[in-house]
């Protein structure tokens, strides 16, 4: 829990700024012959250097052996753990596909489904289709469905048989609205309820729209409809400032972590074109906000595609900024991940992700930022919700508790 | 949580000591020319075998990035996780300028503060005075303030502008009492309201105290007026002895170690009048008590002061002692800090905290005592409350969990 820490903070604080920089998915596996992980074989001389100065540490990003998406793994090192503050499954999916939420939106998960003639569900999964084949039929949805008067929809495919859909609009109320799907085949998708009053009109928009679905997929064989699976209304979170007194700026290319950070109230100053350019980016916006977001994704890209030189490429790339963003003099600067994808994996998993926090007040261990020197590091293993806590300590952010 | 420790302890047990011996701010930073703490720079050849026989580990004070006061720090180390176990900030500021309280004693947090000839507060802070000029105004109501009948009045300068105003007596009540503090000038200090019935009686009490110190100061220019910020009446928390089956003794030079000691039950059989006479009186008080709680403050003083040299001194200076209290033959030695205060940093710091156990039943890592050697030990990164529990183990105090 860190509302003790909430209530440390030295609020107004000028200057002693904090750079949280997040190459994705940057925990690995040792590759087979040399023994040593992606973080450990890539040339990282910056990074070593502010680990020579600074702590390292080990994290857990949500719970032992939980592996976490981005949005709950960003949420984590942003302070927020993703249990307790619960943005829903609808949410979240919306943020993965890459929407960029805003309070009011609802955005729900379905699954193409196959319906026989009679409306019953014969498959809850549509035969787990090919992405591809998904996205033909969710674009198809997508070109012919009539949105209701001042509503904006939008279906997104996220994987297999799994769409996001997303709903904005000044005609739409809540969203604690019931699922539709049966969870067993031979019976007909539920009507959907609404929870409460305000939630009806989102009922009656959400009900009419997969009709329309049905009507549209018609004459497909497999992919015929949609089981509706989890409805979220999109809420902001208690603002990063409020909580911790920093004002936040987000760079990074893809809209999913622009989404996550401005779900914490960062604003977005700039879209970053390319790895290097988040760090111009970052020199121009310098200066108002307090903690500045740095995402870096190819070290992701890699892992997914088991391509582990490829993983440290793209960590020699960001180690190759660092001193630029050295020059600009930030308190603190935190290098982690959102979670591991080792190449070897190839997809996101749950091993604890390395992390260096560099300050005039680390008490360092090594001069080698690897998962083996942070293991014996000073920060010890902690949870990833403790990162912006710890940042706050050192960057003089934080009163005393007690006397 | 400690509650499972709680239930497996095993009451009316014989011998089997245990000592908890702490040096105030023990924790330390790398001195920017060797590299080594405090710790590690001093010769500490007893502690160093006490390593050779124990376990080592490292703290968690009170929660990742929290600096902890004195107050919480040994709470904490005494079991009780000073989030759970809250005493009230007014008991924790009166403890911390050293004030030994007793139960039914009513303690606030004061501000002084600027009115203006209309009673409006024109500054919360009143200036932010400095530690002389509060302390002179303090002396100053403390002299002529007329204390209620059957009430003793005690003011007594915290740092700047913070005064704690300290009530004892028979004729007191509770402290269910809202604050005076308006939270913003332009507006006239607020009533104090008695949140319960048994309250009633303080709150006039102590609005009578601030309308006479209003007066007494009513020539000063700025600090002419007291702000109150946060009533709590002091209650003995569940005991040492109820929890954890441990009558407990407490050597404290210094007032505030005696003052939290008391709060957890424990009796306070002399006064050492040096570090030395510490283990003199542990000597001549050896025998009925289960724990020996042993404070030693210089080395929290030298870090405070910058003076890394003083602190290893006085490190080596409790080294020295060591021998006299394993000849007293105790079942464990905790030997450790409240807190980190790191000479380079000069102030109290969130850093974790090294800390030796010494038993019969440790698991040596290493034959010295140092934070390097305490992050590779076999304790781990553990939260300091439960250094109780372990003690408990190790001294043959715990019964088994379950069949």
Known sequence: MSDVVEQQVERGVQGKKIVLLVMDGLGGLPHPSSGKTELESARTPNLDALAGRGSLGMTVMVREGVTPGSGPGHLSLFGYDPLRFVIGRGALSALGVGLE?????????????????????????????????????????????????????????????????????????????????????????????????????TAEIVTDLLEQARRILGDEPR??????????????????????????????????????????????PAVPSSTEDTVTQLEKCWGEP?????????????GHDGDFDGKVAAIEAVDALVPRISALDPAVI???????????????SWHHVPVLLASQWGRPTAREFGESSCRAGDLGLIHATDLIPLALAHAGRLVKYGA
């Open 101 to 201: 939420l805003e309070g009011g939106d609802v955005a729900a998960r379905l699954n193409l489904a196959t319906f026989d003639g009679a409306g019953l569900v014969v498959d809850r999964r549509a035969g787990r289709p090919s992405d591809t084949d998904a996205a033909r039929v969710a674009a198809r949805v997508q070109k012919e469905i009539k949105a209701p008067k001042g509503v904006t929809v939008t279906f997104v495919p996220e994987k297999e048989h799994r769409v996001v859909l997303h709903l904005r609009g000044t005609g739409l109320g809540g969203a604690a609205l019931s699922d539709t799907d049966p969870l067993e085949t031979g019976r007909p998708a539920l009507a959907i309820e609404a929870h409460d009053e305000a939630s009806r009109v």
């Open 290 to 302: 307090d903690l500045y977001f740095l995402h870096f994704k190819d070290t992701d890209t890699k």
């Open 223 to 268: 992919m015929n409809g949609f089981l509706a699976r989890g409805f979220a209304a999109f809420e902001r979170l208690p603002g990063m400032d409020e909580r911790f007194g920093l004002k936040g700026a987000a760079l990074a290319k893809y809209p999913m972590y622009r989404g996550v950070a401005r779900l914490v109230g960062m604003t977005v």
């Open 334 to 348: 935190i290098v982690t991940g959102d979670h591991s994808t080792p190449a070897v994996y190839r997809e996101h």
